[in-house]
Protein backbone atom coordinates (compact mmCIF):
# COMPACT_ATOMS: atom_id res chain seq x y z
CA UNK A 1 0.00 0.00 0.00
CA UNK A 2 1.50 3.40 -0.46
CA UNK A 3 1.01 6.45 1.76
CA UNK A 4 -0.90 9.31 0.05
CA UNK A 5 0.47 11.47 2.89
CA UNK A 6 3.58 13.66 1.38
CA UNK A 7 6.75 14.62 3.41
CA UNK A 8 8.05 17.86 3.99
CA UNK A 9 9.95 17.94 0.50
CA UNK A 10 7.16 16.83 -1.29
CA UNK A 11 5.61 19.10 0.00
CA UNK A 12 7.55 22.27 -0.37
CA UNK A 13 8.32 20.79 -4.40
CA UNK A 14 4.21 21.04 -4.46
CA UNK A 15 4.08 24.58 -3.27
CA UNK A 16 6.80 25.20 -5.73
CA UNK A 17 5.10 23.56 -9.01
CA UNK A 18 2.00 25.87 -8.12
CA UNK A 19 3.62 28.94 -8.09
CA UNK A 20 5.02 28.06 -11.39
CA UNK A 21 2.19 27.38 -12.48
CA UNK A 22 0.48 30.46 -11.67
CA UNK A 23 3.00 32.46 -12.84
CA UNK A 24 3.10 30.50 -16.09
CA UNK A 25 -0.77 30.98 -16.82
CA UNK A 26 -0.59 34.71 -15.85
CA UNK A 27 -2.81 34.68 -12.57
CA UNK A 28 -3.26 37.84 -10.40
CA UNK A 29 -1.33 38.76 -7.67
CA UNK A 30 -2.55 37.70 -4.93
CA UNK A 31 -2.94 34.47 -5.99
CA UNK A 32 0.79 34.07 -7.02
CA UNK A 33 1.49 35.64 -3.31
CA UNK A 34 -0.71 33.31 -1.62
CA UNK A 35 1.58 30.42 -3.11
CA UNK A 36 4.78 32.31 -2.17
CA UNK A 37 3.19 32.17 1.08
CA UNK A 38 2.83 28.28 1.18
CA UNK A 39 6.46 27.66 -0.54
CA UNK A 40 7.70 29.66 2.48
CA UNK A 41 5.48 27.77 5.14
CA UNK A 42 6.77 24.44 3.36
CA UNK A 43 10.20 25.41 3.54
CA UNK A 44 9.69 26.39 7.26
CA UNK A 45 8.61 23.21 7.94
CA UNK A 46 10.99 21.20 6.01
CA UNK A 47 13.40 23.04 8.02
CA UNK A 48 11.66 22.15 11.21
CA UNK A 49 11.87 18.72 10.15
CA UNK A 50 15.31 18.35 9.62
CA UNK A 51 16.06 20.56 12.58
CA UNK A 52 13.67 17.97 14.86
CA UNK A 53 15.32 15.15 13.09
CA UNK A 54 18.74 15.81 13.48
CA UNK A 55 17.71 16.42 17.11
CA UNK A 56 16.33 13.09 17.44
CA UNK A 57 19.31 11.74 16.05
CA UNK A 58 21.61 13.55 18.45
CA UNK A 59 19.82 12.25 21.62
CA UNK A 60 18.83 8.65 20.07
CA UNK A 61 23.01 9.02 19.91
CA UNK A 62 23.41 10.56 23.92
CA UNK A 63 20.83 7.90 24.88
CA UNK A 64 23.22 5.15 23.45
CA UNK A 65 26.40 6.45 24.71
CA UNK A 66 25.16 6.56 28.24
CA UNK A 67 23.63 2.84 28.26
CA UNK A 68 26.95 1.81 27.23
CA UNK A 69 28.40 4.04 30.22
CA UNK A 70 25.89 2.91 32.56
CA UNK A 71 26.53 -1.56 31.59
CA UNK A 72 30.23 -0.22 31.65
CA UNK A 73 30.13 1.34 35.21
CA UNK A 74 28.14 -2.17 36.09
CA UNK A 75 30.36 -4.42 34.84
CA UNK A 76 33.42 -2.45 36.48
CA UNK A 77 31.38 -2.92 39.78
CA UNK A 78 31.09 -6.16 39.73
CA UNK A 79 34.89 -6.81 38.93
CA UNK A 80 36.00 -4.51 41.72
CA UNK A 81 33.70 -6.72 44.17
CA UNK A 82 35.16 -9.49 42.89
CA UNK A 83 38.60 -8.36 43.02
CA UNK A 84 38.31 -7.24 46.65
CA UNK A 85 37.21 -10.45 47.37
CA UNK A 86 40.55 -12.16 46.13
CA UNK A 87 42.44 -9.30 47.61
CA UNK A 88 40.96 -10.50 50.65
CA UNK A 89 42.88 -13.76 50.07
CA UNK A 90 46.18 -12.90 49.44
CA UNK A 91 48.63 -15.36 49.39
CA UNK A 92 50.87 -14.97 53.26
CA UNK A 93 54.69 -15.31 53.62
CA UNK A 94 54.71 -16.83 57.34
CA UNK A 95 58.82 -16.62 58.92
CA UNK A 96 59.15 -18.46 62.09
CA UNK A 97 62.35 -18.41 64.45
CA UNK A 98 62.95 -18.17 67.65
CA UNK A 99 59.62 -17.68 69.05
CA UNK A 100 59.22 -14.46 66.65
CA UNK A 101 56.50 -14.97 63.84
CA UNK A 102 56.66 -12.87 60.93
CA UNK A 103 53.45 -12.66 58.61
CA UNK A 104 53.19 -10.74 55.34
CA UNK A 105 50.26 -10.84 53.03
CA UNK A 106 51.69 -10.37 49.18
CA UNK A 107 48.72 -7.49 48.92
CA UNK A 108 47.96 -5.16 46.75
CA UNK A 109 46.83 -7.51 44.17
CA UNK A 110 47.15 -5.34 40.65
CA UNK A 111 48.75 -2.40 42.44
CA UNK A 112 52.42 -2.70 41.79
CA UNK A 113 53.76 -0.29 43.77
CA UNK A 114 51.85 -1.86 47.10
CA UNK A 115 52.92 -5.02 46.21
CA UNK A 116 56.39 -3.93 45.72
CA UNK A 117 56.26 -2.97 49.58
CA UNK A 118 55.24 -6.40 50.76
CA UNK A 119 57.75 -8.32 48.28
CA UNK A 120 60.44 -5.84 49.96
CA UNK A 121 59.44 -6.27 53.53
CA UNK A 122 59.03 -10.39 52.86
CA UNK A 123 63.28 -9.92 51.52
CA UNK A 124 64.16 -7.14 54.54
CA UNK A 125 62.08 -10.02 57.23
CA UNK A 126 64.69 -13.11 55.53
CA UNK A 127 67.94 -11.39 55.72
CA UNK A 128 67.01 -10.20 59.10
CA UNK A 129 65.94 -13.68 60.20
CA UNK A 130 68.42 -15.17 58.40
CA UNK A 131 71.18 -12.74 59.95
CA UNK A 132 70.16 -13.71 63.37
CA UNK A 133 70.33 -17.47 62.41
CA UNK A 134 73.82 -17.10 60.70
CA UNK A 135 74.64 -15.69 64.53
CA UNK A 136 73.52 -18.52 66.00
CA UNK A 137 75.14 -20.62 63.87
CA UNK A 138 78.07 -19.06 64.54
CA UNK A 139 78.15 -18.86 68.57
CA UNK A 140 77.24 -22.94 68.73
CA UNK A 141 80.29 -23.09 66.69
CA UNK A 142 82.46 -20.73 69.06
CA UNK A 143 81.01 -22.37 72.23
CA UNK A 144 82.07 -26.00 71.27
CA UNK A 145 85.17 -25.36 69.92
CA UNK A 146 85.67 -23.44 73.58
CA UNK A 147 86.40 -20.10 72.19
CA UNK A 148 84.98 -16.88 73.40
CA UNK A 149 81.42 -15.63 72.49
CA UNK A 150 79.27 -12.40 72.03
CA UNK A 151 76.40 -12.21 73.80
CA UNK A 152 73.59 -13.86 72.18
CA UNK A 153 71.20 -12.36 69.91
CA UNK A 154 67.89 -11.93 72.18
CA UNK A 155 64.45 -12.16 70.80
CA UNK A 156 63.85 -8.52 71.72
CA UNK A 157 66.74 -7.26 69.80
CA UNK A 158 65.53 -9.36 66.53
CA UNK A 159 62.30 -7.55 67.05
CA UNK A 160 63.52 -4.61 67.57
CA UNK A 161 65.59 -5.06 64.31
CA UNK A 162 61.98 -6.24 62.02
CA UNK A 163 60.56 -2.85 63.58
CA UNK A 164 62.83 -0.53 62.00
CA UNK A 165 63.14 -2.80 58.71
CA UNK A 166 59.34 -3.11 57.92
CA UNK A 167 58.40 0.02 59.55
CA UNK A 168 57.29 1.22 56.06
CA UNK A 169 55.12 -1.71 55.36
CA UNK A 170 53.88 -1.29 58.80
CA UNK A 171 52.64 1.55 58.32
CA UNK A 172 50.59 -0.35 55.24
CA UNK A 173 49.26 -2.81 57.97
CA UNK A 174 50.99 -5.30 56.01
CA UNK A 175 52.95 -6.62 59.07
CA UNK A 176 52.01 -8.94 61.98
CA UNK A 177 54.80 -9.82 64.69
CA UNK A 178 54.01 -12.62 67.08
CA UNK A 179 56.77 -12.88 69.82
CA UNK A 180 56.72 -15.17 73.31
CA UNK A 181 54.45 -14.30 76.24
CA UNK A 182 57.58 -13.52 77.94
CA UNK A 183 58.21 -10.62 75.64
CA UNK A 184 55.62 -9.14 76.27
CA UNK A 185 56.59 -5.90 78.81
CA UNK A 186 59.84 -5.71 76.27
CA UNK A 187 57.48 -5.33 72.86
CA UNK A 188 54.83 -2.84 74.14
CA UNK A 189 56.49 0.47 74.11
CA UNK A 190 56.88 2.57 71.26
CA UNK A 191 55.08 0.17 68.44
CA UNK A 192 55.02 2.10 65.22
CA UNK A 193 51.84 2.68 63.72
CA UNK A 194 50.38 -0.32 61.87
CA UNK A 195 52.65 -2.46 63.35
CA UNK A 196 51.06 -5.82 64.80
CA UNK A 197 52.80 -6.97 67.83
CA UNK A 198 51.59 -9.84 69.63
CA UNK A 199 52.03 -12.35 72.15
CA UNK A 200 51.37 -15.86 72.75
Not at 83 to 110: D, F, N, Q
Not at 150 to 155: K, M
Request: charge should be neutral; include cysteine; aromatic fraction near 2%.
Amino acid sequence: MISDVMTPQESLQTAEAQVRELLRSGAPDADVAAAQAAVEEAKQFVTTSEQRAAQRDRIRGEIKREDVRAARLSLEAKANEAEAAELEKAPTVVLTYEGVVVKIPLAGGRDGAARQVCTEAITRACRILAAAHLEAIGRARATAMGSPTNALLTTSAIIARLRDELRYAAKNGAVEITAKKEMKTELAPEQPAGLVVQTS
